[in-house]
Nanobody, 119 residues
Framework: QVQLVESGGGLVQPGGSLRLSCQASGSAFNFFFYHMAWYRQAPGKQRELVARISTGGRTNYAESVKGRFTISRDRAKKTVDLQMNTLKPEDTAVYYC???????????WGRGTQVTVSS
């Protein structure tokens, strides 16, 4: 079993920054076995991929956040962070941490953290 807990959300003004963190725990968790990602879901919209880091460390981003957001992981701490800069009102959403299992392992989701970008 794997547990994911997000933190770091909040209210920020346009142009500001936030850093989200996802803490992974559980005896089954190891970055070798899970691609990690951040998704978001705005009111009335579908959940969308924001950023992903593969087991091998390759990253990819949604076009809307390229150059502004950075995903990273810390193997020792078992955390995956999302640094968000130059935030825009359209970045407002609930952000979810996701662990995508490889080799037949199941996927896991955190409960989400709210990010609101508003003046």
């Amino acid at each position: 079993q794997v547990q994911l807990v997000e933190s770091g959300g909040g209210l920020v003004q346009p142009g500001g920054s936030l850093r989200l963190s996802c803490q992974a725990s559980g005896s089954a968790f190891n970055f070798f076995f899970y691609h990690m990602a951040w998704y978001r879901q705005a009111p009335g919209k579908q959940r969308e991929l924001v950023a992903r880091i593969s087991t091998g460390g390759r990253t990819n981003y949604a076009e809307s956040v390229k150059g502004r957001f950075t995903i990273s992981r810390d193997r020792a701490k078992k955390t995956v962070d999302l640094q968000m800069n130059t935030l825009k009102p359209e970045d407002t959403a609930v952000y979810y941490c996701n662990a995508e299992g490889v080799g037949g392992r199941p996927d896991y989701w955190g409960r989400g953290t709210q990010v609101t970008v508003s003046s």
